[in-house]
């Protein structure tokens, strides 16, 4: 079974800087595409930031030219670089990897990691 954990999640205030890191347990070159996701309370969960396995990456547009999502192969690790981070940011992060096609399509999620942003 696949297993995805994330970690670098935390409480740090408007304006900083905060790093995540989604480890997955094989090879992330097996998946399609990786992403991050974030669900703040009371919404629905969306895409923060996917990147294939060509390097190929996509944002959305609120965190464009903040966040950053980038992949270490030989560690089977994708990060999530979050800079100028706004109180709107403030969610619960999911990593979430994406193989296969038709039938054969799944995917998978990690546990999630807090992210709050506060004075």
């Known amino acids: 079974q696949v297993q995805l954990v994330e970690s670098g999640g935390g409480l740090v205030q408007p304006g900083g800087s905060l790093r995540l890191s989604c480890a997955a347990s094989?090879?992330?070159?097996?998946?399609?595409?990786m992403g991050w996701y974030r669900q703040a309370p009371g919404k629905e969960r969306d895409l923060v930031a996917v990147i294939d396995s060509g390097g190929s990456t996509n944002y959305a547009d609120s965190v464009q030219g903040r966040f950053t999502i980038s992949r270490d192969n030989a560690k089977n690790t994708v990060y999530l670089q979050m800079n100028s981070l706004k109180s709107e940011d403030t969610a619960v992060y999911y990593c979430?990897?994406?193989?296969?096609?038709?039938?054969?399509?799944?995917?998978?999620w990690g546990q999630g990691t807090q992210v709050t942003v506060s004075s």
């Open positions: 979430r990897g994406y193989r296969g096609s038709g039938v054969m399509e799944r995917f998978y």
């Open positions: 094989e090879s992330i070159f097996s998946f399609n595409t």
